[in-house]
């Protein structure tokens, strides 16, 4: 039986690994006491928390702090064990450590070597010079080396801004592709946030790739207890921290962590994360963290030993003597990984199976507890109190506030993370596939049922990899081809020299709401694949029918608001829009799914009305696509019946059957500009 008389205080943060602290110790009958900001954080309210302090160490001035913490010293009656829950509370320990060794004992640490280890920057220095593998990153100073770095990078990178700050990262971060992309939120991320950011490579992989070490090492840094896990998912999804993970042995980042902490000289309870790459087959650190880890009651022996009841009885002078792994030991953060899993299964990357078997082997819930209920409670009542004030928030804001962002750089990643998709939809033999094509022979069918004179001028909108610019020029026409990508423009460019029309091709960059022509311009415009990505048609059509000469014609296509696949899916159902747009705000807002990028689809009714508002009057339309048909947006109709349910319904709705002909995914539309004489 250990000596369980010295006190334990804990320099707290809200996340729930001082939850796990307070019970760890607290079921060993050690009394455990906490400072922390916040009265009605969950482990406040544990049965085993002997005594809160109300204190704020990271705003408060340090000298505060110290006479603070020198008075709840003399109130303990005995000196105390001192635990940091953030990297913060380990650097105040490390830099004020001589004032506090009268009131309490604690792991020394020099301060030099913790703010190494909690700097991105400085650890993968000292990484690097020991040996140890990371992910290649800089820490650029100006956009010159960002160029510089991602001409010699591996794509994907992600960017986000050093730890060491005060910020949200996992709010702030983002992956991209490629090089503009890249340069592009490095401009946005460094004007908006005056932030210090960090460039490093993103190792693709599954999240069972992410790697952690949990481990306490004694004053001449042997690990005196040390455990592997894997994260089996993460909050956010695929680069937060673990909300659901397992217990493993791991030989390679044991290995290496311990040889990276002997050769610093390091004491005291660490938690590392590692990713593996295999590209190389190495496992590369990315994140150490010189304090008690949010995960810790994952690495838990079968006797019941973790980090910090490991570094109890080192500092009360105790031997350590840990039991057996438990390798298949799962931990998991109840609402987090509730929230994730929704995320992962919106992604498709998760099934109602998987995520049932994902529990087995579940050992231990980061907030319920069979004994000790009050935390669990107390969690669900923050929520609800988070929640209602979200509500409050959204449903008191002006209607037009709640849907206004910039979405020009999530519409690019789209795209661009899609780039090889459309430049192989007009060739694949998918039931999608087949239906976009179908909606750029209607618009040529159109066009060539106009029998236009030669040299007539057209204008391609959001022309993708250029297949119907190119179409165009064989026809006759002088195409000007426009993309919001500069990529769309280089390939249209690349396919017209294929084609040998180059010269009657003429692709740019541009805005379809800030058309960079001159007044009536064209003799007819094309813009399929656009209207469905616009928050409004009004800024589009109103550009649109400037450039257009008058009795000029415009082919647009635009999603039907009630085609028949909507209607037999109940999460797309027309009637239920309303009920689902307020859905997807809170889901947005709470985190639980990506902002959804601009577009609506249309009635035809109202887009008649829109094209009318702009003089331009509609001539024919052609309803096509039927399909593919979801349920609860999964996709259980094999492509082969697919394609014979879209071709029988195709051919009703081209006979004009009623309601068919009015159920197409898709319209295509062909309009006339208004003379004004």
Excluded at 517 to 522: C, I, L, M, N, S
Aim: with cysteine; net charge positive; hydrophobic share 40%.
């Amino acid at each position: 039986m250990p000596n369980i008389s010295t006190p334990v205080l804990l320099l707290s943060s809200g996340h729930h690994g001082a939850l796990g602290m307070v019970r760890s110790l607290g079921r060993l009958g050690i009394s455990v006491y906490v400072v922390g900001a916040d009265s009605s954080a969950p482990h406040v309210r544990s049965k085993y928390c002997r005594g809160a302090f109300l204190w704020d160490i990271d705003a408060a001035p340090a000298a505060d702090s110290l006479e603070y913490l020198a008075g709840i010293g003399r109130q303990l009656g005995r000196t105390a064990i001192l635990m940091g829950t953030s990297n913060s509370a380990a650097l105040f320990l490390a830099t004020h450590g001589s004032e506090l060794r009268s009131s309490f004992t604690f792991s020394r640490q020099s301060p030099g070597l913790v703010r190494s280890l909690t700097s991105k920057k400085e650890m993968s220095a000292l990484a690097t010079s020991l040996g140890i593998s990371v992910p290649i990153a800089i820490f650029p100073e100006s956009r010159q080396d960002v160029e510089e770095f991602a001409q010699t990078a591996r794509f994907p990178i992600i960017l986000k801004p050093v730890e060491d700050q005060q910020v949200n990262t996992a709010r702030h971060k983002v992956i991209v592709t490629q090089e503009q992309e890249l340069l592009e939120n490095y401009e946005l991320m460094q004007s908006r946030e005056r932030l210090n950011l960090l460039c490093q490579e993103f190792i693709p992989g599954p999240e069972e790739a992410n790697w952690m070490f949990n481990g306490y090492f004694d004053r001449n840094s042997e690990c005196l207890f040390g455990l592997t896990g894997r994260k089996i998912r993460q909050n956010p999804p695929y680069a937060g921290i673990a909300s659901l993970a397992t217990c493993l042995p791991n030989e390679c980042v044991a290995d290496a962590t311990l040889r990276f902490m002997k050769a610093i000289g390091y004491q005291g309870i660490l938690d590392v994360g590692y990713r593996y790459d295999a590209r190389d087959g190495l496992y590369k650190v990315f994140d150490v963290n010189p304090r008690v880890g949010c995960t810790f009651r994952l690495f838990v022996s079968d006797d019941g030993m973790d980090v910090v009841r490991a570094q109890y009885l080192d500092l009360t002078g105790q031997a350590v003597i840990s039991g057996r792994s438990t390798p298949g030991r799962k931990w998991v953060v109840e609402d987090l990984d509730l929230a994730s899993a929704f995320r992962y299964w919106r992604n498709g990357d998760l099934t109602a199976g998987d995520w049932v078997r994902s529990f087995r082997g579940l050992r231990e819930a980061a907030f319920f507890a069979r004994d000790d209920l009050r935390p669990a409670i107390s969690r669900c009542a923050n929520n609800a109190v988070e929640l209602f004030g979200r509500l409050k928030k959204l449903f008191l804001k002006p209607a037009s506030a709640r849907f206004t962002a910039s979405v020009n750089t999530p519409l690019r990643q789209f795209f661009r993370s899609s780039f090889s998709y459309w430049g192989e939809v007009y060739e694949r033999k998918d039931l999608y596939s087949r239906i976009y094509q179908e909606r750029r022979i209607t618009a040529a069918r159109f066009i060539d049922e106009l029998h236009l004179p030669a040299e007539s001028t057209a204008l391609d909108m959001g022309c993708g990899p250029g297949f119907t610019s190119v179409a165009l020029a064989r026809s006759g026409f002088t195409v000007h081809a426009m993309d919001f990508l500069p990529e769309m423009a280089a390939a249209t460019r690349s396919l017209g020299i294929e084609e040998n029309v180059h010269k009657r091709v003429n692709a740019s960059v541009g805005d379809v709401c800030r058309l960079p022509f001159r007044t009536a311009a064209f003799d007819v415009i094309v813009v399929l694949g656009i209207t469905e990505w616009l928050a409004s048609l009004d800024e589009f059509l109103n550009e649109t029918a400037r450039v257009l000469k008058p009795d000029g014609y415009l082919v647009v296509a635009f999603n039907n608001k009630w085609g028949l696949q909507l209607w037999l899916d109940p999460i797309c159902n027309p009637l239920l829009g309303p009920l689902r747009r307020k859905t997807r705000i809170l889901l947005e807002r709470w985190g639980l799914r990506k902002p959804r990028l601009p577009g609506s689809p249309y009635s035809l009714r109202s887009f008649r009305r829109h094209l009318s508002n702009y003089k331009l009057s509609q001539l024919h339309v052609r309803g096509l696509g039927f399909g593919p048909f979801t349920f609860l947006l999964r996709n259980y109709v094999p492509d082969k019946i697919g394609h014979k349910l879209n071709a029988a319904l195709q051919g009703l709705a081209d006979k004009d059957l009623p309601f068919v002909r009015s159920t197409g995914r898709i319209y295509v539309a062909l309009a006339r500009k208004l003379n004004a004489n």
